[in-house]
């Protein structure tokens, strides 16, 4: 069994150094040593299959960024995963262009989740 959780350790490390080197962030550590739960990267807190979605389908940090603080400002309002907040914002700049208001975005969202 120990052999299966290095392996895994070392999946989980490996994902976070081409994320942050990839993006040139700074990885602080697993929160409470719990390698693929929560990590610290610069001064953001990712969980591991945040990261690893954003590696594997090579999600902007530009995005990531944007979806991370829109869950911090709206997090009792709306909730929504970085797979799904990255597929309606490539669905928005795909019908409104690469120039099209972020704020307006995601205003939009909370808009959708209120009305339902």
Not at 23 to 40: A, C, E, M, R
Request: hydrophobic letters at 35%; charged letters at 30%; a neutral charge.
């Amino acid at each position: 069994m120990s052999k299966l959780k290095n392996k895994y350790n070392k999946i989980c490390n490996k994902y976070v150094e081409i994320f942050c080197k990839k993006n040139k962030l700074y990885f602080k550590g697993w929160i409470g040593d719990n390698i693929g739960g929560v990590s610290g990267i610069n001064d953001y807190f990712f969980d591991f299959d945040d990261i690893k979605y954003a590696v594997d389908n090579e999600i902007k940090f530009s995005w990531v960024s944007d979806w991370y603080y829109f869950e911090m400002d709206f997090h009792k309002t709306a909730h929504y995963n970085i797979d799904d907040y990255c597929i309606l914002r490539r669905d928005a700049e795909y019908k409104f262009g690469f120039g099209f208001d972020n704020h307006k975005f995601e205003k939009e969202l909370l808009n959708k989740l209120i009305s339902k």
